[in-house]
């Protein structure tokens, strides 16, 4: 049963240019939702997605967008590239948008230099 | 904000010992309190949860202690043993089960054998 998959693991971006993350969650799970992990911090969750559609959204820019496919699977897009904007970013899958169990990828590490 | 707050920053203890660490909440709509384990390079893995209408839950080594009126629950790692060394978070669900977490910024647990 393969969990959560993340690509790519790590990725070098220079500020001002844009990112694409990839997702695809844990099989038979139909919601996606994206967290932000500074360094040394507590993952801050950034938006879910469920039936294709944004559904929640935490404190961040419009720099910050999303899709997910009919697959469940799901990008993470970032415009404008911040050096702020240097993280691990978590997606995390769970089976309907209420009262289910999360899991997570390993994680994709993103550096703006 | 922060909406989980987790103490303390970091810990060390002997082999066999017991880790405790504590977290705080401010929303009493949260329903649900998992703790994740993450290592170096990898993503949250869910250790235990439990749910507001229970005061202790133990799975293994590991138990969930939950005080309502004070806001507050607890991680106790029993016999603590060299693998357990990693960053441990608390988190809350919610509010209403929306499967949004809200992590706490992370306690680093080292085991000396």
């Known amino acids: 049963d393969a969990g959560v998959t993340q690509s790519p693991t790590h990725l070098i971006k220079t500020r001002g240019q844009q990112v694409t993350l990839r997702c695809s969650p844990k099989?038979?799970?139909?919601?996606v939702s994206w967290y932000q992990q500074a360094l040394g911090q507590g993952p801050q969750f950034i938006f879910q997605y469920y039936e294709e559609e944004e559904r929640q959204r935490g404190n961040f820019p419009d720099r910050f967008s999303g899709h997910q496919f009919p697959n469940y699977s799901s990008e993470l897009n970032v415009n404008a590239l911040l050096l702020g904007d240097s993280a691990l970013y978590l997606c995390?899958?769970?089976?309907?948008?209420?009262?289910?169990?999360?899991?997570f990828g390993q994680g994709t590490r993103l550096t703006v230099v | 904000q922060q909406q989980v707050k987790q103490s303390p920053q970091s810990l060390i203890v002997q082999k066999g010992g017991i880790s405790i660490i504590n977290c705080a909440y401010e929303n009493t709509a949260f329903d649900y309190f998992p703790w994740y384990q993450q290592f170096p390079g990898k993503g949250p893995a869910l250790l235990i949860a439990?749910?507001?209408?229970?005061s202790e839950k133990k799975e293994g080594r590991f138990t969930i202690s939950f005080n309502k009126s004070a806001k507050q629950f607890s991680l106790h790692i029993m016999d603590s043993q060299p693998g357990d060394s990693a960053t441990y978070f608390c988190?809350?669900?919610?509010?209403?089960?929306?499967?949004?977490?809200?992590f706490g910024k992370g306690n680093q647990v080292v085991v000396i054998p």
């Open positions: 995390a899958s769970t089976l309907g948008q209420i009262n289910t169990e999360a899991f």
């Open positions: 988190a809350a669900r919610g509010p209403y089960g929306n499967n949004r977490l809200a």
């Open positions: 439990i749910r507001p209408d229970v």
């Open positions: 099989s038979g799970h139909d919601t």
